[in-house]
């Protein structure tokens, strides 16, 4: 149980262009899911918290224009890289929380975005 | 900001015990402490968590220190497998969860 997916697992675009990244809890309904980023070598840094139905929550730095979060559903929460540059070229990672008590993390095997 | 911290790495021999320690001495009463592990590219796994009891599951055990200012994760008999970066977090109120630099612990043959 407590699975978690990430689609697409990696995609190369263009400087300038925009990249969705879904993430899915399979099993389970999440009321919360989480985004991090983790560049080479370097540890998962979180990027925003995504409630269902609100508006998700940034960290400091982090350009809520810029990496647009929408969690349509208990089961989806979408990451949107908007004007997509080479420095944006990350790992992106999502995890989902199960709710109800329990406030483990499940992770998605992550999205290799590359931006050309 | 992490409020964790831990040793950049550690070898360990295959069959034997793995203790993967960390210091978190700034945690609250109410934050609990989380352990996971990430292979190379892909999400990281849960392992165990706890608050101030040791705690035990299928995979390792956690001990706690009583002034809970630390811990240490024990991995009983170390595999190939286990070679990964080891995550010692606390999760703070509103559970979110800020990685360390983690422990990159590699089991030897």
């Known amino acids: 149980g407590a699975v978690v997916s990430q689609h697409p697992s990696r995609v190369i675009c263009k400087s300038g262009t925009s990249v969705k990244i879904e993430c899915r809890s399979l099993d389970f309904q999440a009321t919360t899911m989480f985004w991090y980023r983790q560049f080479p070598k370097q540890s998962l840094m979180l990027m925003a918290t995504?409630?269902?139905?609100?508006?998700?929550?940034?960290e400091q730095g982090v350009e809520k224009d810029k990496f647009l979060i929408n969690h349509a559903s208990l089961t989806l929460s979408t990451l949107t890289v908007t004007s997509a540059h080479p420095e944006d070229s990350s790992f992106y990672i999502c995890?989902?929380?199960?709710?109800?008590?329990?406030?483990?993390?499940?992770f998605g095997p992550g999205t290799r975005l590359t931006v050309t | 900001d992490a409020k964790t911290t831990q040793p950049p790495s550690m070898d360990c021999a295959e069959g034997r015990a793995a203790n993967l320690p960390c210091n978190h001495s700034?945690?609250?009463?109410?934050?609990?402490v989380y352990w996971y592990r990430q292979i190379h590219s892909q999400g990281p796994q849960y392992i165990i968590h706890?608050?101030?009891n040791n705690e035990t599951n299928e995979m390792a055990s956690l001990i706690i220190t009583e002034d809970r200012k630390s811990s240490t994760l024990i991995l009983p008999h170390a595999t190939l497998r286990d070679t990964a970066v080891y995550y010692c977090?606390?999760?703070?109120?509103?559970?979110?969860?800020?990685f360390g630099t983690g422990t990159s612990l590699t089991v030897i043959p």
């Open positions: 706890g608050l101030k």
């Open positions: 700034t945690i609250s009463g109410n934050e609990y």
């Open positions: 995504s409630n269902e139905g609100s508006k998700a929550t940034y």
């Open positions: 995890s989902a929380v199960m709710g109800l008590g329990s406030y483990e993390q499940y």
């Open positions: 977090i606390v999760r703070v109120g509103g559970n979110q969860f800020y």
